[in-house]
């Protein structure tokens, strides 16, 4: 799945509205896509949690049906190719990275 932390989603906002060249579409999304089994691993390792084993794709489909295909099982991977181009330096390039520093600014605005 393609993610980007805050602070890189505002960085990539200051970026287009900073420079004048800036135009069109770009993907804000982090250089590192995580696949589902990574991210709830990285969550569980933040969480100080087990991360539960991943849900099977015939039960999702049970579920969701049509859905789950569409949403839930399908995968894009978007790569943030002008980023690169345009010299952005991502502050969070992987999942577990991105998801400490989510909680630690949630701990802190408690």
């Keep these: 799945m393609s993610w980007i932390a805050m602070p890189d989603l505002l960085g990539v906002i200051n970026l287009a509205l900073d420079r004048e060249n800036v135009e069109g579409p770009m993907n804000a999304v982090a250089p590192e896509p995580a696949r589902n089994r990574d991210f709830a691993h990285a969550l569980g390792l933040v969480l100080g949690r087990p991360a539960w084993i991943p849900a099977p794709a015939p039960a999702l489909k049970l579920l969701f049906g049509e859905m789950a295909d569409e949403a839930l099982l399908s995968s894009a991977r978007a790569e943030p190719a002008r980023l690169a181009t345009l010299g952005y330096d991502f502050s969070f390039r992987d999942i577990e990275g991105a998801l400490r520093h989510a909680v ?7």
């Design 104 to 110: 630690k600014a949630s701990e802190k605005a408690s």
